[in-house]
């Protein structure tokens, strides 16, 4: 990222029995007894998630479509200008969300590209 840190984009698996079974260790051991794990863990890859770390590994943001209606399965994402563009294998478009502190001139063409 412009500010040194470093951005990764996941697939978040979130449903509300996950996010539930989360908070509740004895629901969640339950439901790993009686219940097979693509019925309860994989039913929707539908979360999209950007995190935002340093050098020592702190998450520094977390940027959530919780919902999976903005940005769906997130797999790549790239700063630039200003913007943070985020895109996915299975996705019909490109989102591109405006980062406040970012440098509104760094390209990043350096770090992607190596000079020749």
């Known amino acids: 990222s412009s500010d040194g840190n470093y951005w990764l984009a ?3 698996m979130r449903t509300p029995t996950f996010d539930l079974a989360l908070t509740m260790p ?3 051991k ?3 007894r009686r219940i097979a794990p ?3 863990m994989f039913p929707n890859i539908n979360s999209g998630c950007v995190l935002k770390f340093n050098e ?3 998450i520094l943001d977390v940027l959530w479509d919780l919902g999976g209606q903005n940005h769906p399965m997130i797999t790549s994402m790239r700063e630039h200008k200003g913007h943070l563009y985020l895109g996915g294998v299975s996705n019909n478009r490109i989102g591109r969300l405006k980062l406040n502190n970012a440098d509104p001139d760094w390209t990043g063409n350096n770090s992607y590209w190596r000079k020749k």
């Open 10 to 12: 996941l697939v978040g």
């Open 26 to 28: 004895a629901f969640r």
């Open 30 to 32: 339950r439901m790993v």
């Open 38 to 40: 693509d019925e309860w």
């Open 56 to 58: 020592a590994g702190e």
